[in-house]
């Protein structure tokens, strides 16, 4: 085993995964906060903390810390999500204690200066802008808002242009020292690192670092429901889904082979059926979302506003009936696809710190790929069976963006085929 | 050297960079032949070709080729650009057979049935349709077709929608038989792979092909002038550029330096004075296209409508300035970004059977990863100046997608700064 873990006194964790044969590393902070513990008046905090990190400390200024990575040739990224916010490098093995100091420094000591925070709010509604451009990105936003209404799991994670625009430097120091607390963060780093000498610096750097106390957030009421907004667009982009599930149902995995059966790849049922025998669209491809305490299984599709006619019903087909048709065939085939995902990225130091550091904030410890191997091939068409009949039975989500036509022909997309007869 | 390289009689090259720790490979044919090779009538039919190569030939079926590959666990993927067309698996290393199985029968034993082309047909056509709604690509489109008018060259690479309906199974039979000789294909393998292994299989597999005669293209000539589409959207997406340079220039590695520099990171001149100090966008980025006989330097922003009287000037002024001010700390800091960069994509077998299939297409021999270092560091600020005076001293390209307003704004965002002082 390449990966050992840690836990400062402070409930820091600190995790490494050792690769032998590569001259790079990739470290980077995981924290257990995003947008879903935002409240309503904070929405998009989460985010903007995740812009400000990278605009200086009490020892850097923001033009410091970029060229401080990028002189070494480093590359510092970072990402927000509904459950995570994370923050990483990729950097040659000898650069790891900038890397650990560098995220030390922007995760503790932040200043958030006035004049910084105004220019950023600039750059995060370009942003929303972008955004709001990408029909195949913003379907995704409206998709998540009708499952969860009225929730925080529900909302952008972007923030409404409101809160952009008035969040000050109080809110995001607060959001920080409240939620950003040695107890829900994981140092993960790996490619050619020790793990004694990660150990040491992250010591070192986080040890002086304080427990948070962050209420659970609200659980996740999936909902469901109809979001139609026409625009004059040559697509129609739609995202279709379902209740899915958390990552600790005992299900999860059979969720992993009953998407990818469904919508994993080019073998895939929707990929053949609606793609290649039928020529509808494009791109169709299905996702599988986990949370905490739920979960969002659903598809993409962009199609034209002649198509959709035709498009609707084979896909509602195909969902409704995979439990009962899903041959051993198309299982051993999506098992040797994600198999073989799982070996191709324990080459990618980014990929392995990410599962790292995911599964530590997640499950409290690395899930070898030897287990998750193992929950994959135990999956059968039996369990794939009754999973979709509980899925499929529950109440579809359905976001339609483009030339959508007349707004009553929604309901009718998602009716079950033949449900008259 | 992890690299060696052979040459069949027929001309068919097999190149191989060995990765001693892995457990996978990359396996592809890259194709000397792309969209800059198509007459007006046929434009579109190099990669509606690379799309019917997946459709059937004479021994599988459609579906057969995508169950083989994905029922190992193997991914397949093409892409087709300007001057190249590729075709490509990432397979376990116990695969490769069938993958130089696979590829040799798509690009030799394609049927192109009319059933299958028809489908295709609506396939391509939703493509088209989704670059059109996604304003940073289509505007990338427009762009080209600005800077090299009525050209192959500037011509979209999915071709028009008339093309696409009509191009019938002669004209892609035609194409391919003409244009996909041996002398032009280059069989690229990293990962765990053997060379003596592979050089076998492709000797059986292609060995047989002829070469093909295929005459040069036009020359590339750029041109330059304005192009601007009015539409509804949140920003004012541009991409501006200047003719650039081949691969075969000497000044070809002074070029990515001074790319860089420009835009290439976030330490970069456009990145820290557009968004750091200014917050004018969200996205600002170079980026250096060579080709055979030419190239383009240019960089996208997106930007709000009031936004871009601040944001052209200063752009200008940067691009203007960096020939006399560039400093040998941003000098040294691209260098190190590079090499960084070089070293990290060894590590990815996909990155280095791609770097090898371009290599030897461009420029007939791999390029060693300590050459392009040596090359790197012999730039110096007297290069880039020397170079930022060629290239910004001609005539600039501008494409505006968005809410551009008056129309007779434009000619006025890239006059040079202070022109008239």
């Given amino acids: 085993?390449?990966?050992?873990?840690?836990?400062?006194?402070?409930?820091?964790?600190?995790?490494?995964?050792?690769?032998?044969?590569?001259?790079?590393?990739?470290?980077?902070?995981?924290?257990?906060?995003?947008?879903?513990?935002?409240?309503?008046?904070?929405?998009?905090?989460s985010h903007m903390l995740e812009h400000m990190a990278f605009k200086g400390t009490a020892r850097r200024s923001a033009q410091e810390i970029v060229n401080q990575v990028e002189s070494v040739g480093g590359q510092i990224n970072a990402y927000t999500s509904r459950e995570n916010t994370a923050y990483y490098l990729r950097v040659l093995a000898v650069d790891v204690g900038l890397a650990v100091d560098i995220l030390a420094d922007i995760l503790q000591n932040s200043t958030f200066e006035a004049?910084?925070?105004?220019?950023?709010?600039?750059?995060?509604?370009?942003?929303?802008?972008?955004?709001?451009?990408?029909?195949d990105d913003l379907i995704f936003d409206?998709?998540?808002?009708?499952?969860?209404?009225?929730?925080?799991?529900?909302?952008?994670?972007?923030?409404?242009?409101?809160?952009?625009?008035?969040?000050?430097?109080?809110a995001l120091d607060g959001y920080m020292r409240g939620n950003y607390g040695a107890d829900r963060m994981v140092l993960a780093a790996s490619g050619k690192v020790d793990h004694g000498k990660i150990l040491r610096l992250a010591e070192d750097a986080f040890g002086a670092l304080a427990a948070s106390d962050v209420p659970a957030p609200e659980p996740a009421a999936y909902r469901g429901g109809q979001h139609a907004e026409q625009r004059d667009l040559e697509q129609l982009h739609l995202v279709l889904g379902f209740d899915g599930l958390a990552y600790q149902d005992p299900d999860f995995y059979t969720m992993s082979v009953l998407s990818s059966v469904l919508g994993g790849g080019m073998s895939s049922r929707l990929f053949q059926e609606v793609r290649e025998r039928r020529g509808l669209v494009y791109s169709i491809y299905t996702f599988n979302t986990a949370y905490q305490d739920g979960g969002l299984f659903g598809l993409y599709a962009g199609t034209g506003a002649d198509q959709v006619g035709e498009l609707m019903p084979v896909v509602m087909e195909q969902l409704f009936s995979i439990g009962d048709t899903v041959s051993s065939e198309e299982i051993d085939r999506v098992k040797a696809q994600l198999r073989a995902g799982l070996l191709m990225a324990l080459e990618n130091t980014r990929a392995r710190a990410e599962r790292l550091g995911q599964h530590l904030l997640i499950f409290g410890r690395p899930i070898p790929v030897e287990e998750i191997v193992?929950?994959?091939?135990?999956v059968d068409a039996a369990a794939i069976g009754r999973l979709a009949n509980r899925v499929f039975a529950g109440v579809p989500t359905l976001a339609a963006l483009g030339p959508v036509g007349p707004l009553d022909r929604l309901a009718g997309w998602t009716a079950r085929p033949n449900a008259a007869e």
């Fill in 142 to 170: 409206q998709f998540q808002e009708t499952a969860y209404p009225d929730q925080a799991i529900g909302r952008s994670i972007l923030g409404t242009a409101d809160n952009v625009r008035s969040l000050d430097r109080a």
């Fill in 374 to 378: 193992e929950r994959i091939d135990a």
């Fill in 1 to 45: 085993m390449t990966i050992e873990v840690s836990r400062l006194n402070n409930g820091f964790t600190v995790a490494t995964d050792r690769m032998d044969h590569v001259e790079t590393a990739a470290v980077g902070v995981w924290v257990g906060i995003g947008a879903r513990h935002e409240t309503p008046q904070l929405n998009g905090v």
């Fill in 115 to 135: 004049e910084e925070l105004e220019r950023e709010r600039a750059v995060i509604l370009q942003e929303i802008g972008q955004c709001t451009d990408t029909p």
